[in-house]
């Protein structure tokens, strides 16, 4: 009782406007940026010897230079709704970035924008929603309640705002002038600690990602490739190809038993002849970044996404070839690479054996196969992309049959699991996506009669799962770790595929030990195994050509 009474006395109390930007930026300095300032403190102790002056001026100017943002947009009438709308959208970021060590990028933002429900209701849980209701929703209803006093005169106002600004500056200019060497040397060691800022580096990252997305001019569409066409090998045998792309979700590398991981997390595909890949990065490290850039012909160096959504990829060159394709959904999307080919999603509200009514595990991608392949004609090239290990719920990416590591983590706020229980449910849904390869597999060797047929397996991109703090992915591509840019590779070919294509498995072999590759091949290398032959295929960048007869 008596702490309400207390809440209702400083609600009814008046400040002045500049009181209560102060003590929203002292509010975004110790508490909505704490994830920020214990990162600074351990980088700081690591230094000999720790300067605790120059530890205390960070927080000096931190504060200053929010004081001095907020300052600008100290205006009645705006004020309180800014900083309410501030602080709640802050203690999202906070959440994410103290329990996952994520960071709010252009990239993550975009992601988050071409989340489906679906998906988006994973990373919601009780801990979730009392963490934003308490460092959000409560001090910015607060913020809206409280009084705020009238200068008498616009003069004494634009007064008032010019003191406080030039204050603020003289702090930031002081702490600068005094410590000017100890944040140069921290500061360029430690480059992505002002990512960590919150809300300035999520504010630059939507308004960048506003501005390209929706305020720049429209980019023409070019078609490439007009001069495709399929070219029949010297060794083909007269069978048409039948080609499944399978296309995985959050899968690293570093959990492949195929590659060197010590548990048995490819038990499926080891004993039916697949190659797995060693060494290949992702084109980016969120699936709204690497799906539309392993599918352009552009590198991850010359990335662009406004260039990729406006040009031919290497599905609409085949198609222009005269290749059959389709495209089956049970992700987040397609994220454009499906808008000009025959394409289906997975239906999330029944409730079957594979389907919950809200998400379906990736067995259900193989339902109605046979039938989706007859209505195909010629060469036939399927995409299937999987929910593979999505997080952080990664319990529901896998039935119950499959908790074969454990005991599992079956929550969406892991950071309340232990490092066991998050790798043992992480590898369950890594066995299960195996599983459904190999079942995959079984479809198309039932078929190499008919075709010659084969299966390519790549993953968008990896996962933290609390390796040096951190958990899921987004990072930002110079931040992030191996866990999230190293993903697996996997081949599996008919020996009449290899034969109609001249496919030396020795060599290939070889290279899938020996040699580095990325997302930047496959573009090249897809054109190349189905025979495509057109100006814009680059042989250097075909993963399969120097092993080809």
Known sequence: MMIMNKIKSLINKEYSPTSLVFAAALYFTFVLNFPLLEKILSILTELQPFNITFALSITFFLLAALNFIFNLFNWPYIIKPFLAVLITLSSVLNYAMYHYGVIFDQSMIENVFETDPSEAGSYFSIA?????????????????????????????????KVITLVSS?????????????????????????????????????????????????????????????????ATDNGKPTLFVFLLGETARSANYELNGYPRETNKYTKKNNVLSFQDVSSCGTSTAVSVPCMYSVMDRLDYSKQTAVNQDNFMDIMQRAGVSLYWKENDGGDKGAALRIPNMTVDRSQVNEFCDGKTCHDMSLLENFESEVDAMQGNKFITLHLIGSHGPTYYKRYPQEFQTFMPDCRKSDIENCTTEEIVNTYDNSILYTDYVINEMIKKLQAYSEQYNTALFYVSDHGESLGENGLYLHGTPYSLAPDYQTKVPMMIWFSEGFKEAKGIDSLCLAEQAQTQSFSHDNIFHSMLGIMGISTEVYNQEQDIFHSCRQ
């Open 128 to 160: 979730s929603l009392a963490w934003v209701l308490a460092l959000g929703i409560i001090p910015s209803f607060l913020i809206l309640k409280v009084k705020l006093k009238t200068y008498p005169s616009l003069l004494k106002a634009l007064l008032s």
């Open 169 to 233: 500056f003289a702090v930031i200019s002081a702490v600068l002038f005094i410590f000017y060497k100890d944040f140069s040397s921290v500061g360029r060691n430690n480059m992505y600690l002002r990512n960590m800022i919150i809300p300035t580096y999520f504010v630059y990252s939507l308004e960048k990602h506003t501005r390209l997305t929706y305020f720049t001019a429209p980019v023409e569409y070019e078609q490439i490739g007009l001069d495709a066409k399929q070219v029949v090998p």
